[in-house]
Every structure is written in C-alpha cells, then in structure tokens.
C-alpha cells in the first residue's frame, strides 16, 4: 500500500468508474497498482487509460511505444514504469537485450535509436528542442504523425512516472534495475 495516496479498491466504485476498472483488469488479468493509485479520480483514470488505448492503435507499434516508456521511466528514475514496460516490451516482440538497450536509450535499429533519441531530448530538455532535432528524427524515415505519435508517447509517459514516483506506488511486476 502507498504512504502517500489509497489504491483504489476496484470493487468499490461504480457506473463508468468501475467499468474503466473492469476494462484495465481485462487486459492485465488484474488492476495493477498504478491504476488503483490514479483510480482515485475517475477522470485522471479514464484520462491514462483512453490515452494507453488511443496509442496504442497508433502508426509507431506497441513495441517502439514500450522501448520508448523504458527510456523515459529510466530517465525519470521510475522503478514502477520501468518494470511495468520491460514486461510489456516483451510481450511486444522485444528481447530482454533490446529492452535494456532502450533503456539507455540505444538500439542496434537506426530508427528505433533515432526515435529514442528524439524522446530523450524531449524529456531532458522538458520539449525545448531544436528544429534540428525534429529533422534528425524525420532523416531516419518518420513523419509528421510519427513525430507526433512519438511526443505523446513521451507525454503520457511523464504522466505515469510521476504518478508512481509521487505516490511511491508498490511494484506489482517484477523489478528492474534503474541505470
């Protein structure tokens, strides 16, 4: 249990806010701990979880999204993205080797590097970044909608690191070693 905020009992809401809760169960097998954290607002909830569902029906595949979640979780030093990600990369067709590879932000794939680079100067220069930078990512065969696609990768990111950063949300997948 977190010190800082309730994990949300699932069973204890109703109407939308229980069918949010239900939809995130059936895709996990259960409600992990990061959901029950931000569960406590039912828009905060609905707000992570249509934006999860909206991305991941986007051009970049499940598998950049979570090499590029690693990235950012590593870099915001959240150990709950981190090991939530890692899994989830996994389960997208990526290696262990290439999931801790893009932890640090590097990759064997030129554009997957590419990509993990442009999210990287996202994070660490909060956005102000160069037109360079957006040239650099388009050179390695991204477009305007990736380019996008990539950005809200990051944004949505930031909002679940910090979510289990502040909340000091308790691990329900198995730990992974920040860098």
Not at 30 to 44: D, Q, T, Y
Not at 91 to 99: I, L, Q, S, Y
Not at 156 to 169: C, D, G, H, K, S
């Amino acid at each position: 249990m977190s010190e800082r905020i309730e994990l949300k009992k699932p069973e204890a809401t109703a109407g939308t806010h229980k069918e949010i809760f239900s939809q995130i169960n059936g895709v996990f097998g259960v409600v992990p701990n990061m959901f029950k954290a931000i569960g406590n607002s039912e828009a905060a909830l609905e707000s992570m979880w249509t934006s999860f569902g909206a991305l991941g029906k986007g051009k970049l595949g499940a598998k950049l999204g979570e090499q590029i979640a690693v990235l950012v979780a590593d870099i915001n030093r959240c150990e709950y993205c981190l090991a939530a990600h890692t899994v989830l990369g996994q389960k997208a067709g990526a290696t262990p080797e290439e999931m801790t590879a893009a932890q640090t932000g590097e990759s064997s794939n030129p554009r997957t590097l590419a990509a993990l680079q442009f999210a990287r100067k996202l994070v660490e220069n909060r956005a102000s970044i160069a037109k360079s930078d957006v040239e650099n990512v388009k050179a390695a065969g991204f477009d305007d909608e990736d380019v996008a696609e990539i950005l809200a990768h990051v944004a949505l990111n930031i909002f679940t690191n910090y979510t289990n950063v502040a909340f000091e949300v308790p691990l329900d997948f198995p730990k992974v070693k920040l860098r």
